[in-house]
Structure formats: structure tokens, C-alpha cells
């Protein structure tokens, strides 16, 4: 197989994709992680190190981008030594592989289609309405209950959620660029439904809103003349609509909610990441003994950026901040929707992240991907220079 993969370039950027395109849609269809993770093994990871070497990194360590990428995983080796723990090592290997690979071997081009955006926003749309109704038919939720759990790998709604806002930002520019309105207009009520009404995620409407406020302001620099007239109606829309809903149980559920203890939980685990140390963090297999309110045990920090600090210090967070900033700075500069997908992923996971080194699991497709296109956009500009 490798053979005629490595005869022809444009072959082995096929197959990546191919790959990757497989690997994305197991998060939707397998029931269980060793799929995901077999398939990330076999048909990306080990292959991709082969081309890695072969192609001596495809230019990726010529690139600031890619050179900060190589200095954050790096780092991860400290809190590896310290924990003496050899499968995290692997877990470094994992990220490094799946990053490099995508950004220095996928088809950046099929990637960038519209095609592709469209067809990622649909199939996550359909199946978030297409098991919301057999929940509702079957009687496992009642209408208007909170679907709480999907099937598959990407059972969590609350990510589930965050990747349905994420691929509409990346389909987004598609739509409005062929002048699609109407299935543009279709994709947004849909998804507003889908986290509000279907999977009632409260971090997936502060996207939303954020998503939403950087198109508004968008369009009212680009085209004030027609935007504010619009802009007017869907606020009125949006007023409708609300009064509508508010008397609604499963919207008045949103709020009974409350925080989910979202502020104690990040005092008590910044409190313990700082009784760690700041620059190491309390270590990989960290597990806190303190309890929310008194009652509730505490899995994992809800936050993507203190979850870095907390577990790997902050150098490691420092570095990610970093590598965050050259790269919405990156796509901003080459026009990549795929900067908007990360910024909006990174919104959310403000209040819903956990830790980014580790086996395949759903921030690979919320974090790892977008960085790594974004990195990938760089070096195919580099190329055709």
C-alpha cells in the first residue's frame, strides 16, 4: 500500500484525507472508542510517520507556526518525566502524529470545499434531530425534554453541541459567498433549535451568542446599510420568538439549572493548581478529594484552559495560548473560516474543556483539527510562493 502511496504525492494526500474523513465520521457511528482509536492508529498515525520521515516534516519545522507546535508538545515531556507514567508519552506521540499529519499531508484543498463544510454541518445536524426523534418516538425523552445523551463516540451533547456550532461557522462563509440564503437561514434556526430545545446546552448558547455578535458586527462593517435593516428584523424575530417560549418548561429548565456549579468548581481547581505550584501543575493523574457544595465529587476541571494549568503547569498553558494567538492571528490573515471554528470552540470550552493530551477523544475534532488546517493553510502558502 505504501509503495504507491509514496510514488505519487497527490495519492498519499488522498488517502489522508480519506483517513481523516473516517476518523471524524467513527465520532457519529461507532458505538464505542476502539474503533476511533483503532482506525486513528492504523491509517493515520503509523502511516503518517512514515510520510513524516520520508518527506522530512514536509516543511513543518520551517514554519513559526509549526516550530511553536513542536515547543508545546515538547513541553508535555516535563509532567511526563515527573509522573513517570510511559503511556503519556504515547499520548504526545498521538497529538504530534495527528497534528503534523494533517496539517503536512491532508488535501487542504478538499478540506477547504464547501463541499466538505456543507457535508460536515448536515451530517452532524442529522444526526442530532435524526436520534432526537427516535428519542421522542420510542419514549425514551418526552418532548421537550433535554436529550442528554447521544449514541456513538460523541455521546456528550454538551460537545456535541459545540461541533454543530463549529461546522456552522466553517460552512458559513460557503453559503453566503454562493448566496445560498435560504439553507443558510434553514442551518442556523436548526442549530439554534437543536441547543436550545433538543440538547438545552447552556455553553453552546454562549457560542451561539458569540458566533452570532462576530457575524453582526462582520456584516455591519462590511455592508452597514444592508446589514442594520436585517440585523433590526432578527432582533425583533428573536424578541417573538422568546415571548413565545417563555413560559415553556423546558425553557424556564435552562435556568433552574443554574451554573452547574460551573464558578465554585473553577475556584476549587484553580485553588488546587495553586497549591501544586504554578509552573508544573499538580501532574497528570491528578484527582481532587474536595467535593462541590459539600456532596458532589469533582471528575475533571470543565475548562480546557485551567485543565492545562491544573495537570500539566502553566508553561503548558502559556505555550497554548501562544499557539492559539499566531494562529487565529494566521487565519485572520489568510481568510480560513477554520480560524472562526477554533475561536468558537475555544469560546465554549472555556466552560466544558478537560484535558488535550491523551487518546483520541471529542477535542481532537473541536481543537486539534482547526489548529492543525490553520497550520496546514501556512504551509500551502509557503509552497506556492
Same mark, same amino acid.
Given at each position: 500500500m505504501f509503495e504507491g502511496i509514496?510514488?505519487? *504525492?497527490?495519492?498519499? @494526500? +488522498?488517502?489522508?484525507?480519506?483517513?481523516?474523513?473516517?476518523?471524524?465520521?467513527?465520532?457519529?457511528?461507532?458505538?464505542?472508542?476502539?474503533? $476511533?482509536?483503532? /482506525?486513528?492508529?492504523?491509517? /493515520?498515525?503509523? &502511516?503518517?510517520?512514515?510520510?513524516? /520521515?520520508? %518527506? +522530512?516534516? #514536509?516543511?513543518l519545522l520551517h514554519d513559526k507556526l509549526g516550530l511553536a507546535w513542536?515547543?508545546?508538545?515538547?513541553?508535555?515531556?516535563?509532567?511526563?518525566?515527573?509522573?513517570? %507514567?510511559?503511556?503519556?508519552?504515547?499520548?504526545?506521540?498521538?497529538? $504530534?502524529?495527528?497534528?503534523?499529519? #494533517?496539517?503536512?499531508? $491532508? *488535501?487542504?484543498?478538499?478540506?477547504?470545499?464547501e463541499m466538505f463544510a456543507r457535508v460536515l454541518f448536515w451530517a452532524i445536524c442529522l444526526y442530532v434531530f435524526g436520534y432526537a426523534a427516535y428519542a421522542y418516538l420510542t419514549g425514551v425523552h418526552v418532548l421537550g425534554e433535554r436529550?442528554?445523551?447521544?449514541?456513538? @463516540?460523541?455521546?456528550?451533547? /454538551?460537545?456535541?453541541?459545540?461541533?454543530?456550532?463549529?461546522?456552522?461557522?466553517?460552512?458559513?462563509?460557503?453559503?453566503?459567498? +454562493?448566496?445560498?440564503?435560504? %439553507?443558510?437561514?434553514?442551518?442556523?434556526?436548526?442549530?439554534?433549535?437543536?441547543?436550545?430545545?433538543?440538547?438545552? $446546552?447552556?455553553?453552546?448558547?454562549?457560542?451561539? #451568542?458569540?458566533?452570532?455578535?462576530?457575524?453582526?458586527?462582520?456584516?455591519?462593517?462590511?455592508? &452597514?446599510?444592508?446589514? !442594520? &435593516?436585517?440585523?433590526?428584523?432578527?432582533a425583533v424575530l428573536g424578541v417573538v420568538v422568546l415571548w413565545l417560549v417563555k413560559?415553556?418548561?423546558?425553557?424556564?429548565?435552562?435556568?433552574?439549572? !443554574?451554573?452547574?456549579? @460551573?464558578? %465554585?468548581?473553577?475556584?476549587v481547581m484553580v485553588g488546587e493548581w495553586e497549591n501544586c505550584g504554578w509552573m508544573v501543575g499538580c501532574g497528570i493523574e491528578f484527582h481532587t478529594d474536595k467535593l462541590l457544595s459539600g456532596t458532589? &465529587?469533582?471528575?475533571?476541571?470543565?475548562?480546557?484552559?485551567?485543565?492545562?494549568?491544573?495537570?500539566?503547569?502553566?508553561v503548558s498553558l502559556v505555550l497554548f495560548l501562544v499557539i492559539v494567538a499566531m494562529t487565529l492571528v494566521q487565519a485572520v490573515r489568510l481568510r480560513d473560516p477554520w480560524g472562526m471554528y477554533l475561536a468558537c470552540a475555544l469560546v465554549m470550552l472555556n466552560f466544558d474543556g478537560s484535558k488535550l493530551i491523551g487518546n483520541p477523544d471529542e477535542l481532537w475534532p473541536l481543537v486539534l483539527l482547526p489548529a492543525a488546517m490553520v497550520l496546514g493553510r501556512g504551509l500551502q502558502q509557503r509552497r506556492l510562493r
Amino acid at each position: 500500500m505504501f509503495e504507491g502511496i509514496d510514488r505519487d *504525492n497527490s495519492r498519499s @494526500r +488522498r488517502y489522508f484525507t480519506a483517513a481523516l474523513i473516517a476518523f471524524l465520521a467513527s465520532f457519529v457511528l461507532m458505538d464505542s472508542s476502539k474503533w $476511533t482509536n483503532n /482506525i486513528f492508529y492504523a491509517f /493515520i498515525a503509523l &502511516p503518517g510517520l512514515v510520510f513524516l /520521515i520520508k %518527506e +522530512r516534516g #514536509v516543511g513543518l519545522l520551517h514554519d513559526k507556526l509549526g516550530l511553536a507546535w513542536l515547543v508545546f508538545l515538547l513541553w508535555f515531556l516535563v509532567p511526563a518525566v515527573i509522573a513517570g %507514567e510511559g503511556q503519556f508519552y504515547k499520548h504526545i506521540a498521538y497529538v $504530534t502524529l495527528f497534528v503534523f499529519t #494533517v496539517a503536512g499531508l $491532508t *488535501n487542504q484543498r478538499f478540506l477547504r470545499s464547501e463541499m466538505f463544510a456543507r457535508v460536515l454541518f448536515w451530517a452532524i445536524c442529522l444526526y442530532v434531530f435524526g436520534y432526537a426523534a427516535y428519542a421522542y418516538l420510542t419514549g425514551v425523552h418526552v418532548l421537550g425534554e433535554r436529550v442528554d445523551l447521544m449514541p456513538a @463516540r460523541m455521546q456528550n451533547v /454538551i460537545y456535541t453541541s459545540i461541533w454543530l456550532l463549529c461546522a456552522l461557522a466553517l460552512a458559513m462563509p460557503g453559503w453566503l459567498h +454562493r448566496r445560498r440564503w435560504f %439553507e443558510a437561514f434553514c442551518a442556523v434556526v436548526l442549530s439554534v433549535v437543536a441547543v436550545t430545545f433538543v440538547m438545552q $446546552t447552556r455553553t453552546a448558547m454562549v457560542g451561539a #451568542v458569540f458566533l452570532f455578535a462576530v457575524w453582526a458586527c462582520w456584516a455591519l462593517w462590511r455592508f &452597514p446599510r444592508v446589514a !442594520g &435593516p436585517w440585523l433590526a428584523v432578527f432582533a425583533v424575530l428573536g424578541v417573538v420568538v422568546l415571548w413565545l417560549v417563555k413560559d415553556a418548561a423546558w425553557f424556564h429548565s435552562l435556568f433552574e439549572r !443554574g451554573d452547574s456549579y @460551573r464558578s %465554585e468548581l473553577f475556584h476549587v481547581m484553580v485553588g488546587e493548581w495553586e497549591n501544586c505550584g504554578w509552573m508544573v501543575g499538580c501532574g497528570i493523574e491528578f484527582h481532587t478529594d474536595k467535593l462541590l457544595s459539600g456532596t458532589m &465529587p469533582i471528575q475533571h476541571p470543565h475548562n480546557i484552559f485551567v485543565a492545562l494549568g491544573l495537570y500539566t503547569g502553566g508553561v503548558s498553558l502559556v505555550l497554548f495560548l501562544v499557539i492559539v494567538a499566531m494562529t487565529l492571528v494566521q487565519a485572520v490573515r489568510l481568510r480560513d473560516p477554520w480560524g472562526m471554528y477554533l475561536a468558537c470552540a475555544l469560546v465554549m470550552l472555556n466552560f466544558d474543556g478537560s484535558k488535550l493530551i491523551g487518546n483520541p477523544d471529542e477535542l481532537w475534532p473541536l481543537v486539534l483539527l482547526p489548529a492543525a488546517m490553520v497550520l496546514g493553510r501556512g504551509l500551502q502558502q509557503r509552497r506556492l510562493r
